[in-house]
């Protein structure tokens, strides 16, 4: 569209761009984990749990004191999804931190959680 200034005769251009969801991209990709009980005792099983988006991959590496322990999963149709551990012999008081990649196409996300096994 082009105006016209009434005093000077300048011709001014007006664009009006509206970005669309495809121009933008996707969302970002998000994560949030939760551990289904962050105090558990020996010989007990954690279930970690993951929103995102629906049906991305997950993988779950709970770091424990003396070795790393992974987990593949991935969300279903609503973006939850879920791995767990069983809690053996795990050092009583050591914060086993459990950290979350998250991968969907080319998007990824991480995030992480906690437990604190005791005896």
Not at 4 to 32: D, K, M
Not at 70 to 86: F, M
Not at 90 to 98: D, I, K, L
Request: charged content about 10%; some cysteine; hydrophobic content about 35%.
């Amino acid at each position: 569209m082009t105006l016209r200034t009434a005093t000077t005769g300048l011709a001014v251009a007006v664009a009006t761009v509206i970005p669309t969801a495809a121009a933008c991209g996707p969302p970002p990709l998000t994560c949030i984990a939760a551990v289904s009980n962050s105090t558990p005792k020996d010989y007990s099983r954690v279930f970690v749990y993951v929103h995102s988006a629906p049906y991305t991959g997950l993988t779950t590496t709970a770091h424990y004191k003396t070795t790393n322990t992974v987990r593949n999963g991935a969300t279903n149709s609503t973006g939850n999804g879920s791995t767990y551990y069983d809690i053996s012999r795990a050092t009583p008081g050591y914060r086993v931190v459990v950290s979350v990649a998250a991968v969907h196409g080319s998007q990824r996300a991480s995030c992480s959680t906690s437990f604190t096994p005791h005896a």
